[in-house]
Structures are given as structure tokens and as C-alpha cells.
T-cell receptor, first 109, second 114 residues
């Protein structure tokens, strides 16, 4: 079983759509959780940390369920510029980031 | 300013060459990382430096040799690489190597080994 599993994608959605990404992780000792986005041939950029109570940053909402070892990311009113690969990234006790394979999002006009 | 810089942007080298990748951050971060990323794959951790000491080596072949001259700089020395080592090499830093600390990535060096 992979340490981090994400929706395989790609997701092709029209502008303005709401899209949700799901992620599960196997290490119950994971300490913290992040979503990164990565544009083609660029570096990963931190999108947001994920807190147990859930958190929102503008059009982006992240949720964490530690009991189910499940993380989600919701993007509302998607823009063309949201097109990227979204990486679900738990971090273990030793500080190591464990990257998922990523889910590719393509937002079309 | 959450900026990590890396040089060079692109590097082409032969299997007998010796080259170095450089990474710099001026955010006062005390943990720095090297990752390798192949196309369509997620980044893979290679090394972690914590307070200028090597704390994690993910069983990386000795042809990759990291060095941390000071708290702002991280180098990766390359020698006798193989074509399969061609990849994007990413440097990252975080305030400290604690699980909650966010890591910020540099733009990477795209390495081609001929």
C-alpha cells in the first residue's frame, strides 16, 4: 500500500466549477499535513497547511480527519490559473515530507 | 520573503564530469533539504541538513555529496553521474526540521547527464 494515495486524475473542469481532491495516508503517526501545487516544470509551491479543525484560504478549503487518515482540498469558483498538479503531503515525526503522486487539474474556459 | 534560490537553472554534464549545484536562502531557516524529481513523479528526499549538520541521508549513492558551508548555503557535489540521474534537483528550506514547519522550495536545477 502506498504511503499517500491521491485521486488519480486528471480532473478536467470548466471555469467556475467546484472541485474536490481526496487523499489518504497510511502512517497514523504523521504529524502535520500540507497541500502543495506544482505547475509543469516548476517547483512545488506551498498552497496551505491543513489543520485538524479544517481551514480556509479564500477559495480553498482543506479538511483533515485523523481517525480516517483522510485529507481533502476543495477549490471553489475555479480559475484557469488553478490548473496544476496538487500534491497531498503529510509530514512524519522526523520531519520528512511524504509526497503523494499528485492529482492533475485542468481548468478550461 | 520566502525565497530559496538555486544555481544553475540548467546543467548538462558528461559522466566523467564533476559539477556542483548551489542553493541559498536568507530567511534564517535552519533546516535545508535536497530532493530529486523525475518527470511525472513526486519529489524524493535525498538529504536533510539540520543546524548545518547532515541529519538524514536517504541511502543516496556516493556520487552525490552534499555540503552545508553555513546556515544559508547548501551545495550538492556531483561526480561520475549516470544518465538515469538526469532529473530536476530541488532544494528546500524550513525554519527548523520540525514536523509542523513549512518547507519552501527553490526553482530547481534541471540536470541532464549524457
Amino acid at each position: 500500500r502506498k504511503e499517500v494515495e491521491q485521486d488519480p486524475g486528471p480532473f478536467n473542469v470548466p471555469e467556475g466549477a467546484t472541485v474536490a481532491f481526496n487523499c489518504t495516508y497510511s502512517n497514523s503517526a504523521s504529524q502535520s499535513f500540507f497541500w502543495y501545487r506544482q505547475d509543469c516544470r516548476k517547483e512545488p509551491k506551498l498552497l496551505m497547511s491543513v489543520y485538524s479543525s479544517g481551514n480556509e484560504d479564500g477559495r480553498f478549503t482543506a479538511q483533515l480527519n485523523r481517525a480516517s487518515q483522510y485529507i481533502s482540498l476543495l477549490i471553489r469558483d475555479s480559475k484557469l490559473s488553478d490548473s496544476a498538479t496538487y500534491l497531498c503531503v503529510p509530514r512524519d515525526r522526523g520531519g520528512k515530507l511524504i509526497f503523494g503522486q499528485g492529482t492533475e487539474l485542468s481548468v478550461k474556459p | 520573503d520566502t525565497e530559496v534560490t538555486q544555481t544553475p537553472k540548467h546543467l548538462v554534464m558528461g559522466m566523467t564530469n564533476k559539477k556542483s549545484l548551489k542553493c541559498e536562502q536568507h530567511m534564517g531557516h535552519r533546516a535545508m533539504y535536497w530532493y530529486k524529481q523525475k518527470a511525472k513523479k513526486p519529489p524524493e528526499l535525498m538529504f536533510v541538513y539540520s543546524y548545518e549538520k547532515l541529519s538524514i541521508n536517504e541511502s543516496v549513492p556516493s556520487r552525490f555529496s552534499p555540503e552545508c558551508p553555513n546556515s544559508s548555503l547548501l551545495n550538492l557535489h556531483l561526480h561520475a553521474l549516470q544518465p538515469e540521474d538526469s532529473a530536476l534537483y530541488l532544494c528546500a528550506s524550513s525554519q527548523a526540521p520540525w514536523p509542523s514547519d513549512e518547507q519552501f522550495f527553490g526553482p530547481g536545477t534541471r540536470l541532464t547527464v549524457l
